[in-house]
């Protein structure tokens, strides 16, 4: 291990730290103010700065010329109330650090420090903290963003914390790794009456009720292959609290998942379908509109080599049959621009699941990732 036990015992308070102090998808002012603390007190070469919004990245360079590769961890927590009575529970009420994202930023701290101490020998090392992963628009900005060009990498690699698998194993997908969603508004409008006379009115009743079930059955859930796809419904409302009016207005909120974007299209096309002829069966206007897109998320097969060869050199157990997970992941977008790959490092096989409120990413994770991603590192750049 190329840090001492007194970084690791720093680098877990640092993340029970980021912990307690939760911000939410763009709005991470105080997360990368402590980043930006940690990366400057490495000495790090460069520190870019406000990249795709509250987005911090740190550049060690080496003597020679080479190629730069990146790491990214994610800065946002979530809107959920943390459970659990641990020392270092969220003191922000309603919000979570429920992803694990404060250890994913940990074990960038921890190549921060190593690398801080020796540089690579030849090319970059980028450490990206990037912002609004949980809402699928970070990936999207910093991409986007001028900034990006001064840290464009020819290899992105990350990583994220697992439960279900054992403590400390991994897993490694080749090709799709994530499951491309997206979520879609309906919005009805018909005309309100009066409750004693409904038929003077449009109500989005009928429309609503026979939508939910149609758009669910879309699904044929299964194994997670290229014709996987998967309706959730997620809100609905109609009308006002009130029994004297017959209603207008409805929306009805669904998540659309599928495994590959292309799939992504057909579902998206038969779920406008359903919604325009409920909306036209009813008499009544619909419009739809699309949150939290996320691209499906792929593995690039050299980025995945170059991850099995420091998993299998550092002794790090890797299942290589896993399969693609059904949640979303915004770190593909770094694919349009490098051979990218993550892998997944499991939490403990009975731990809280992801986004579940007593969630708290296993310290003891901090070591193993960061000695696989130096070791990645090292073998590219020496
Ligand atoms: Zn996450
Ligand atoms: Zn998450």
Redesign the pocket.
Known sequence: MFLTNQDMVELAEWRQQLHRMPELSGAEVETARAVQAFLSSTGADRIVTGIGGHGVAAAYEGAEPGPTVLFRAELDG?PIAEISDIPHRSAIAGRGHM?GHDGHMATLAALARGLGRQRPKRGRAVLLFQPAE?DGSGAAAVTADPKFREIAPDFAFALHNLPGIPLGHTALVDGPVNCASRGMRGTFTGKTAHASMPETGVSPMSAVAGLMPALTALGSGGPIDDTFAMVTVTHARMGEPAFGIAPAHAEVWATLRTLTDARMEALRARAEQLAESAARDSGLVVEIDYHDVFRHCENAPEAVGHLHRALEAEGVPCDRGFPPLRASEDFGRFGDHAPSAMFFLGAGENHPS??NPDYDFPDHLIGIGARVFMRTLRDLLG
């Open positions: 979530l992803c949980e992801l986004h």
